[in-house]
C-alpha cells in the first residue's frame, strides 16, 4: 500500500458577492469548512448541503424571502461539478 500526495495548485477565483446579504452568507459558509487555520478555509460541500447552510442561516438571521432568494441565486451561479459538488477556498 502506498501513500499518494497531491498538491492543491490552482484556484479559480469566484467574485466577491456585490449584495451584502450574499456577503454575508458566504462568510457564514466559510464557518462550515471542514479545513481551516488563520485566515483561511477550505471546504467540500454538495448543492443540498449549502442550501441546508442557507435555511439554517435565513432562520437565524431573519432573512426575507428576497433576501433568501438572493442567495440562492448566488449559489446557483457558482461552478458545480457534474455530482452537484464544489469545493470552495475562502481567504481573508
Known sequence: MGLDISTFTTTSPIERPELLIV?????????EC???G?????GWF????VMKVLD???ISEHLTH?????????INS???????GIQLYFNW
Do not use: M
Open 23 to 31: 456577503y454575508e452568507f458566504a462568510q457564514a459558509l466559510a464557518g
Open 34 to 36: 471542514s479545513c481551516f
Open 38 to 42: 488563520e485566515g483561511q478555509a477550505f
Open 46 to 49: 454538495t448543492r443540498e448541503g
Open 56 to 58: 439554517a442561516h435565513a
Open 66 to 74: 428576497r433576501e433568501k432568494v438572493q442567495i440562492q441565486d448566488w
Open 78 to 84: 457558482l461552478p458545480w461539478n457534474e455530482h452537484n
